[in-house]
């Protein structure tokens, strides 16, 4: 089974709207992270947001918000008023706490988004 | 800012030469690590090091080795590059620890062999 499901191969949004982009999780551990990474066409991966497994609050970072539902074992990224610079290729990650001295990152397929004017 | 450069964002070498990629970071993070990345499959790992002269298999690790002498320097190498080997490599790094710590790229390295 795959640890990290993105559904959504590719999403379209007008500039200024937001979007949701859906990501879901498995793992049995009680202790984990979950990130998510933005990838231009150009290629370097850049690190958006976090959100740990104990953490109450949902994670901010500007436009980015994280909607994390621990019983759904969902973390969705929220990206409020988009921009064109803002397509992409989103990929959202998990690290597990059994693994977490290795620092090991699980990936899920990614979701392609396009922003029109 | 952490910074992590890969020696080479574009490399063409041939069928059957040893090949190298190199990976720097400038934070003196423990680990390091290698991805490859292919259309529809995502970011494989391949191999990663905890530690200086320290290596871990990750989940594609055939066709390649790995080197890491220095902290701050991590090597993959292609013993003998294969066509199915064409791809996009990831290096990273991040500290040990807990989970909550993100792993930061290097901006990647489309290799094409020939």
């Known amino acids: 089974a795959q640890k990290i499901t993105q559904t959504q191969p590719g999403m379209f949004v007008q500039e200024k709207e937001a979007v949701t982009l859906d990501c879901t999780y498995d793992t049995s551990d009680q202790s984990y992270g979950l990130f998510w990474y933005k990838q231009p066409s150009s290629g370097e991966m850049i690190f958006l947001i976090y959100?740990?497994?104990?953490?109450?609050q949902n994670a901010t970072e500007g436009r980015y918000s994280l909607n994390f539902q621990k019983a759904r074992k969902s973390a969705n990224l929220v990206i409020s008023a988009s921009q064109l610079g803002d397509s992409a290729m989103y990929f959202c990650a998990m690290r597990e706490g059994r693994k977490s001295g290795y620092s090991t990152l699980t990936f899920g397929k990614g979701t392609m988004l396009l922003v029109s004017p | 800012d952490v910074k992590v450069t890969q020696s080479s964002r574009y490399l063409v070498k041939r069928t059957g030469e040893k090949v190298f990629l190199e990976c720097v970071q400038d934070m003196d993070h423990e680990n390091m690590f290698w991805y490859r990345q292919d259309p529809g499959l995502g970011l494989r790992l391949i191999y990663f090091?905890?530690?200086?002269?320290?290596?871990e298999k990750g989940d594609i690790p055939e066709g390649y080795s790995v080197s890491r002498e220095k902290k701050e320097r991590f090597s993959l190498i292609l013993e003998s590059a294969s066509t199915n080997q064409t791809s996009m490599y990831l290096c990273?790094?991040?500290?040990?620890?807990?989970?909550?710590?993100?792993?930061?790229f290097g901006d990647g390295t489309r290799l094409s062999i020939l």
């Open positions: 959100q740990g497994s104990y953490d109450e």
């Open positions: 090091s905890y530690d200086v002269k320290m290596k």
């Open positions: 990273a790094s991040s500290f040990a620890g807990g989970v909550n710590q993100p792993q930061h």
